[in-house]
C-alpha cells in the first residue's frame, strides 16, 4: 500500500533547507519527511523515477519536433533526449539488481496539475514559453528531490546513484531557462518564471505528501 501523509505542511522551514531551495528559485522545500517515506517505498519511488526519465526524454522530443526551425533548441536538446533515456536504462538496472519489477506507469498528479495553468491560446511565443519554462520547473523538483534522497537515504550506494541524478538535473534546468532567454526577450521570461515559481509552490502545499511518488 502506497505511504503517504496528508494535511498542511510545516510552516517552520530552517534557514539551510530554504538556503538550498532558493539556488533554483523554488518558493517551497519539499516535505522533509517525504525522504523517509521514499526509503520504505523503495521499489514504488524508484519505479516513478523511471517513468519521470521516459517522460523526460518524450518532452525534449515533443520540442524538437513542435519546433525544428529553431536551431539551438534542437541541437541542445537532442542529446539530452539520449541522456535521459539513458537515465532510464540507469534506474532500470538498479531495480532489476535488487530484484524489483517496473510495473504500471502512474498518473502524475503534480505535473498533470501544472499543465492545467499553461497559457490557454496565446501566442506562439508565451505558448513555447511556458512549456520550456515547465520544463525547467520538473527538472528543478527533481533536482531537489534527487538531493533529498542523495543526503537521507541509509543505502550508501544510493545516496551516490542519486547525487549523480542530482547534478544532471541542475544542468537540465539551466539549459530550460537559457533557451527560454534564446527565444523570450528578458521582460517576459522573469515575470513568467516567477509566476510559475508561485504556482508550483501553492501545488505543492495541496498535494499529499507520498512517498511512492517522486514528485
Given at each position: 500500500?502506497?505511504?503517504?501523509?496528508?494535511?498542511?505542511?510545516?510552516?517552520?522551514?530552517?534557514?539551510?533547507t530554504?538556503?538550498?531551495?532558493?539556488?533554483?528559485?523554488?518558493?517551497?522545500?519539499?516535505?522533509?519527511?517525504?525522504?523517509?517515506?521514499?526509503?520504505?517505498?523503495?521499489?514504488?519511488?524508484?519505479?516513478?523515477?523511471?517513468?519521470?526519465?521516459?517522460?523526460?526524454?518524450?518532452?525534449?522530443?515533443?520540442?524538437?519536433?513542435?519546433?525544428?526551425?529553431?536551431?539551438?533548441?534542437?541541437?541542445?536538446?537532442?542529446?539530452?533526449?539520449?541522456?535521459?533515456?539513458?537515465?532510464?536504462?540507469?534506474?532500470?538496472?538498479?531495480?532489476?539488481?535488487?530484484?524489483?519489477?517496473?510495473?504500471?506507469?502512474?498518473?502524475?498528479?503534480?505535473v498533470?496539475?501544472?499543465?492545467?495553468?499553461?497559457?490557454?491560446?496565446?501566442?506562439?511565443?508565451?505558448?513555447?514559453?511556458?512549456?520550456?519554462?515547465?520544463?525547467?520547473?520538473i527538472?528543478?523538483?527533481?533536482?531537489?528531490?534527487?538531493?533529498?534522497?542523495?543526503?537521507?537515504?541509509?543505502?550508501?550506494?544510493?545516496?551516490?546513484?542519486?547525487?549523480?541524478?542530482?547534478?544532471?538535473?541542475?544542468?537540465?534546468?539551466?539549459?530550460?531557462?537559457?533557451?527560454?532567454?534564446?527565444?523570450?526577450?528578458?521582460?517576459?521570461?522573469?515575470?513568467?518564471?516567477?509566476?510559475?515559481?508561485?504556482?508550483?509552490?501553492?501545488?505543492?502545499?495541496?498535494?499529499?505528501?507520498?512517498?511512492?511518488?517522486?514528485?
Amino acid at each position: 500500500m502506497p505511504v503517504m501523509i496528508t494535511g498542511p505542511r510545516p510552516e517552520h522551514l530552517t534557514f539551510i533547507t530554504m538556503s538550498k531551495v532558493s539556488i533554483l528559485g523554488l518558493q517551497l522545500p519539499t516535505d522533509p519527511r517525504w525522504v523517509n517515506l521514499a526509503s520504505i517505498s523503495l521499489e514504488a519511488v524508484l519505479t516513478d523515477h523511471a517513468f519521470c526519465e521516459q517522460k523526460a526524454a518524450t518532452a525534449c522530443i515533443s520540442l524538437i519536433q513542435r519546433y525544428p526551425e529553431k536551431d539551438r533548441l534542437v541541437q541542445d536538446l537532442a542529446p539530452i533526449v539520449t541522456e535521459e533515456w539513458g537515465h532510464f536504462r540507469q534506474v532500470l538496472a538498479e531495480m532489476k539488481k535488487r530484484g524489483f519489477s517496473l510495473g504500471k506507469q502512474r498518473k502524475d498528479a503534480y505535473v498533470n496539475e501544472l499543465m492545467l495553468h499553461q497559457v490557454k491560446g496565446g501566442t506562439a511565443e508565451e505558448q513555447l514559453l511556458d512549456k520550456l519554462l515547465i520544463c525547467a520547473l520538473i527538472e528543478a523538483r527533481s533536482c531537489e528531490r534527487f538531493r533529498l534522497l542523495s543526503e537521507g537515504l541509509e543505502d550508501e550506494y544510493l545516496r551516490d546513484f542519486y547525487r549523480k541524478f542530482m547534478i544532471s538535473e541542475a544542468g537540465h534546468y539551466r539549459l530550460f531557462i537559457d533557451l527560454a532567454h534564446e527565444y523570450i526577450p528578458e521582460e517576459k521570461v522573469g515575470p513568467r518564471w516567477q509566476y510559475w515559481l508561485q504556482t508550483e509552490a501553492e501545488i505543492l502545499k495541496g498535494m499529499e505528501i507520498r512517498g511512492d511518488r517522486m514528485h
